[in-house]
């Protein structure tokens, strides 16, 4: 079972920040996920919230401010003083981190409160420019924009981000058209799942810091598990599977 890093090595660094991304670089994991939203004057931030309330100095949308007005802020402190003057990092600044190493990379589109118009095809350009075609997994609780990445670009994987416990998982993710799930942990060990799982889709798990909860997706086959955690959790699974 692979392991992703969640918004960066997010449970020892301030999450979503570029310290974050080069601790996730010195570990042999599979991959790195993280968040983008997009700024008042069109770039692409990585950030989780909608505001920048919980994770830096300043206040307010990002969606209302300019990227240089957002790069005035601390993303660092609010975790510890240690990262001071961390800053919001953009995509490309992301992507670039990842440039040299065999990371996949699942870059979470945050449109489902804001429709961030033009954001998916945004990205995708970014990604064709950069040559990552072939590491990265587009994810989204806004499916409208996994449809939109897969008729713009087939070839990248594109997931649905799921939250609830679905009936018919396999005729919903055909009909957006996803090639992976990306399910909220609870959900992932209900009896519906077991017909993903067995015709072989790929289903990836979030968010797990527990070792036994770990196990237990382990155990019913699911392909990768995003955790705050990813060192905890490598020393872990390389021990028990
Ligand atoms: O992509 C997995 C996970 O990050 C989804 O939830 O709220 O942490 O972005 P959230
Ligand atoms: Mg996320």
């Known amino acids: ?5 969640h ?3 997010s449970g020892t660094h301030p999450e979503n920040t570029i310290a974050a991304f080069i601790e996730a670089t010195r570990l042999p994991i599979h991959g790195v996920e993280f ?4 700024t008042k004057d069109g770039e692409l931030v990585v950030i989780h919230d909608e505001t920048i309330d919980r994770t830096s100095s300043g206040t307010g949308f990002v ?9 005035s802020f601390d993303f660092g402190s609010w975790f510890s003083s240690e990262f ?3 800053k919001i990092p953009t995509l490309h600044e992301v992507l670039q981190v990842f440039a040299d190493t065999t990371h996949h990379l699942n870059i979470e589109l945050k449109s489902d409160i ?5 954001m998916v095809k945004k990205v995708i350009a970014l990604i064709s420019e950069m040559d990552l075609d072939s590491r990265v997994v587009l994810s989204s609780f806004d499916h409208g924009a ?4 897969k008729q713009l670009a087939p070839h990248i994987e ?3 981000l799921v939250m609830e416990v679905l009936v018919e998982p396999l005729d919903y993710i055909h009909a957006i058209p996803a090639d992976a799930l990306h399910l909220f942990f609870p959900a992932a060990l209900r009896p519906s799942i077991r017909q993903v799982l067995e015709v072989g889709t790929t289903v990836r798990t979030f968010t797990v810091n527990e070792e036994q909860y770990a196990q237990a997706l382990l155990d019913v086959g699911v392909a990768a598990i995003f955790t705050d955690f990813p060192e905890k959790m490598l020393t872990y699974l390389n021990k028990n599977s």
């Open 1 to 5: 079972m692979d392991i992703y890093a």
């Open 7 to 9: 918004r960066g090595s």
């Open 35 to 38: 968040d983008v939203h997009l």
């Open 63 to 71: 969606k209302d401010m300019t990227l240089a007005e957002l790069q």
């Open 84 to 86: 001071k003057g961390q």
């Open 114 to 118: 804001f429709p961030y118009d033009g």
């Open 146 to 149: 996994i449809r939109t990445a």
């Open 158 to 160: 594109a997931a649905a």
